[in-house]
């Protein structure tokens, strides 16, 4: 059983456009003990996104004096933009008991990891339900660029592979059923049971997508 005074990491993870920052905001709406870990990035707003709520932009120079001081748990060049949680805020949140999403890719999560921090914490890979809804999904990001979607879409063949490397996967082919799945993984996991998944399943969907 996990004690009520310490919070637990939660990092949600998927390759680029199935939908886990969607998921995370929605568990965070849901859920007053829930706080987002916001990250640093060198990249440009999108549009919609505001500043200190779904990021911290920060130019290339300042990002690099936050990694010489080491302010950062985990930090990750995606796109050819630089991304990083700091270490301060994370801190401050579990201290006070909240349970903290992070909403980042495999990179930051096996640096997470290996740093063996005392708080639980529960990985949960998130797939796209087949290759359509994905590719659909990239399209409306004002992603235009044909060039900019087949990156996309070759890393995504690459990210894939990533996900023996969590506790949990599950596949977002509904919003609804994708976040209740993920909270009954929470909840069985701060109960301290094993919530199973059906690898087999799992497998034979990475294998259709990757095809």
Known sequence: M????????????????????????????????FEISISNTTRIPRKNEIEGKDYYFINEEKFNDLIKTKSFYEYARVFNNLY???????????????????????????????LKLKNKLISIFILPPNIK?????????????????????????????????????????DLKKCYQAVMSIINC??????FLFDQNKIKEKISELIS
């Open 2 to 33: 996990i004690s009520d005074r310490t919070g637990v990491m939660i990092v949600i993870s998927s390759p680029s456009g199935v939908g886990k920052t969607t998921l995370v905001k929605l568990l965070a709406k849901r859920n007053k003990n």
């Open 84 to 114: 990083g949680t700091l270490k301060a805020p994370v801190i401050k949140n579990l201290s006070q008991g909240k349970d903290v999403l992070f909403d980042i890719d495999w990179q930051g999560s096996k640096q997470i990891k290996r």
């Open 189 to 194: 996991e701060k109960k301290g049971k094993k």
């Open 133 to 173: 809804t994905l590719r659909d999904r990239l399209s409306n990001r004002d992603m235009k660029d044909k060039l900019i979607l087949q990156e996309r879409m070759s890393q995504f063949n690459r990210d894939v592979l990533h996900w023996k490397e969590y506790d949990h996967v599950v596949i977002n082919d």
